[in-house]
């Protein structure tokens, strides 16, 4: 009997090296694939200086005065990188890529396809991940400044509103009566694993900038 005894404790002893051999090797891998996506998010945001002297846009909105419509020759397709969204406050600028799956999500902002492009009427949605190009999101509110450049020109969007929403709310897709700009991310900003809300900044166009080609 003590030979069977010495078996089953090989045994038992083989499963639970096994076992904790699996479980290493799965963390190692999941720290390293976490890493190379933060470094290859972390790389996409370009810092750039912004000068306190610039004057800063005139709301033509908020005077009354029409704002130009871009009218861009076709849609980008998915993964294409068609544009970047400068935050003036944090000195960043971020590259904005078509489509909001994890491939665009880590390279960048994605831009929700099925939302217009920055500049036209309605709502344009962008999304990223808090823990790469939107850390420092947080910082970001009300009144602050997003501009958008294009192949289309220069959009600048002053804030109206900060929301928290629930993970699957929807609204933030909605259509809107004017140019919007709505930019999205996960939240809480410091949770561990899938937040269960978003951080959401509502942005209404002020001014616009269009290519020559544009203004022809």
């Known amino acids: 009997m003590k030979p ?12 639970v090296s096994f076992l904790s ?36 846009p005139i709301d033509k909105r908020a005077m009354g005065q029409p704002l130009e419509v871009p009218s861009y020759e076709s849609p980008p397709k998915i993964d294409e990188e068609f544009g970047t969204l400068t935050i003036p406050k944090l000195e960043v600028s971020i590259p904005i890529f078509e489509g909001t799956d994890p491939d665009q999500l880590a ?6 396809a099925n939302s217009v492009l920055p500049g036209e009427d309605n709502n344009s949605v962008l999304s990223g991940h808090r823990d790469t190009v939107f850390r420092q999101l947080g910082e970001v509110g009300e009144d602050d400044l997003l501009i958008v450049t294009t192949s289309a020109g220069e959009f600048t969007y002053r804030i109206q509103k900060v929301r928290i929403v629930d993970a699957d709310d929807r609204t933030v897709i909605v259509p809107k009566p004017r140019a919007t ?35 022809a």
């Not at 933060?38 to 800063?56: L, M, N, P, Q, R």
């Open 107 to 112: 390279k960048g902002i994605g831009h929700f």
């Open 21 to 56: 051999i699996l479980l290493i090797a799965t963390g190692l891998y999941m720290a390293i694939s976490y890493s190379y996506q933060w470094i290859k998010g972390y790389s996409a945001v370009e810092h750039t200086e912004i000068k306190e002297t610039e004057a800063a």
């Open 181 to 215: 700009l709505t930019v999205t991310t996960c939240y809480p900003f410091d949770f561990v694993g899938n937040a269960p809300e978003r951080y959401v900044l509502v942005a209404e166009l002020i001014a616009t900038d269009l290519t020559e080609e544009e203004t």
């Open 4 to 15: 069977e005894k010495n078996g089953r404790g090989k045994e038992k002893s083989f499963l």
